[in-house]
């Protein structure tokens, strides 16, 4: 969910950054879309190894081995700072910040970076699971966001999941063509595996 719903929302997305591996989901997740180009950036070697060695021998498949990818071992922060590519849609993995404030990811610094790495009218998601965080961290994040970005969405995609949404153009994230995009083939299949109709993507609660 966290990689389909900017991919939808930016309206011909071609150029994708992810920030940190993880399981690669995200990754297969961007492939399985149109774009021409993902860069993955992540700086634990060993995370890596496990996906060659483990994740990708269980499943069969390895989306580092796609054409489209380029894997870089670094340190996401340094990469954003030396990095001179710019992208259409940027997507950040941070899951389980335990103090948001204590967090790089979460702020204004790090958001000032990702800014400049977005292409015009481009777009970053930012995943963010709680338990009993209350109010004003989430808050906080919202107003750390809308401090670098014209336009900022929070989608509650699950219960106790968030997607902070965030773009550099002064136009509404959610345009007239939105209905149509979700009705894409691509994206029917990506929320079929998930048990979900295309619809589900028009209904999720947000707060802009």
Request: glycine residues 6%; proline residues 5%.
């Amino acid at each position: 969910m966290p990689a389909v719903v900017p991919l939808v929302v930016h309206p011909r997305p071609e150029s994708v950054l992810v920030v940190g591996l993880g399981s690669t989901a995200t990754l297969s997740t961007c492939l399985a879309c149109p774009v021409r180009q993902v860069t993955c950036i992540e700086g634990d070697a060993d995370l890596i190894r496990i996906n060659d060695e483990v994740i990708s021998t269980a499943s069969g498949t390895n989306p580092l081995d796609d054409d489209r990818v380029e894997l870089r071992t670094i340190d996401p922060t340094l990469a954003l700072l030396t990095d001179g590519d710019r992208y259409d849609v940027v997507l950040i993995r941070d899951s389980h910040p335990f103090l948001l404030s204590q967090t790089s990811r979460f702020t204004r610094e790090f958001y000032e970076r990702v800014s400049g790495r977005l292409n015009a009218g481009g777009v970053v998601c930012q995943r963010l699971q709680y338990t009993d965080f209350g109010r004003e961290p989430i808050e906080n994040a919202l107003s750390t966001l809308r401090s670098v970005f014209p336009q900022v969405a929070c989608l509650e995609s699950a219960p106790g999941e968030m997607l902070l949404l965030a773009s550099n153009t002064e136009e509404s994230l959610f345009d007239e063509s939105l209905l149509q995009r979700c009705e894409a083939a691509h994206v029917r299949r990506l929320l079929a595996q998930l048990g979900w109709d295309w619809s589900v993507l028009l209904n999720l609660a947000a707060i802009s």
